[in-house]
T-cell receptor, first 112, second 113 residues
Framework: GDSVTQMEGPVTLSEEAFLTINCTYT??????LFWYVQYPGEGLQLLLK?????DKGSNKGFEATYRKETTSFHLEKGSVQVSDSAVYFC???????????FGSGTKLNVKP | GAGVSQSPSNKVTEKGKDVELRCDPI?????LYWYRQSLGQGLEFLIY????????KSGLPSDRFSAERTGGSVSTLTIQRTQQEDSAVYLC???????????FGSGTRLTVV
């Protein structure tokens, strides 16, 4: 089956620092790629997505570009805030297998 | 409803008891997925429904786990003779159709003592 690998956390940054969370994938066919965010005590929320190669997903200052050549979908933000502290999950949806595959999650702690 | 609703939000049960977890998808969503999130782990696929049928049950961990969906709407995940390793957050997601945007519920936190 398909799989997603993302960098282990926790990642601790100071406010206004630059964020990168790496994500790579293995997939059959042409998956859609997602980043989900889980704030403390809450469910998963879609942060952004990209459905084909070279697409860039963006939301709330976060960006990720679907790179087919490197099978990557790294999450970036130029200036993080304390309110961005959460667990971030990279995921792909396989139209071949009709299911999501999730990475193990990366916990981000942003300190004031 | 406006979102995917799961109940109960928290459940503590004794080892060996049966539990039922409920998922109320967004109205009109035909695809429904169950995932499990264990402490410190990623999300593990359990089962998905297209309408009332379950084309893929491959993620169910054992025959103690079963799920059904009736009327193309509400789904129930049942765990029989619960074990401590069943402790996790069980998440449900629904979608208008396979491949469309997915909305997750807030999950049911199951603790087996």
């Amino acid at each position: 089956g398909d799989s997603v690998t993302q960098m282990e956390g926790p990642v601790t940054l100071s406010e206004e620092a630059f964020l990168t969370i790496n994500c790579t994938y293995t997939a059959t066919g042409y998956p859609s790629l997602f980043w989900y965010v889980q704030y403390p005590g809450e469910g998963l929320q879609l942060l952004l997505k990209a459905t084909k190669a070279d697409d860039k997903g963006s939301n709330k200052g976060f960006e990720a570009t679907y790179r087919k050549e490197t099978t990557s979908f790294h999450l970036e933000k130029g200036s993080v805030q304390v309110s961005d502290s959460a667990v971030y999950f990279c995921a792909l949806f396989s139209s071949f297998f009709n299911k999501f595959y999730f990475g193990s999650g990366t916990k981000l702690n942003v300190k004031p | 409803g406006a979102g995917v609703s799961q109940s109960p939000s928290n459940k503590v049960t004794e080892k060996g008891k049966d539990v039922e977890l409920r998922c109320d998808p967004i109205s009109g969503h035909t695809a429904l997925y169950w995932y499990r999130q264990s402490l410190g782990q990623g999300l593990e696929f359990l089962i998905y429904f297209q309408g009332n049928s379950a084309p893929d049950k491959s993620g169910l961990p054992s025959d103690r786990f079963s799920a059904e969906r009736t009327g193309g709407s509400v789904s129930t995940l049942t765990i029989q003779r619960t074990q401590q390793e069943d402790s996790a957050v069980y998440l449900c997601a629904s979608s208008l159709a396979i491949g469309y945007g997915y909305t997750f519920g807030s999950g049911t936190r199951l603790t087996v003592v």
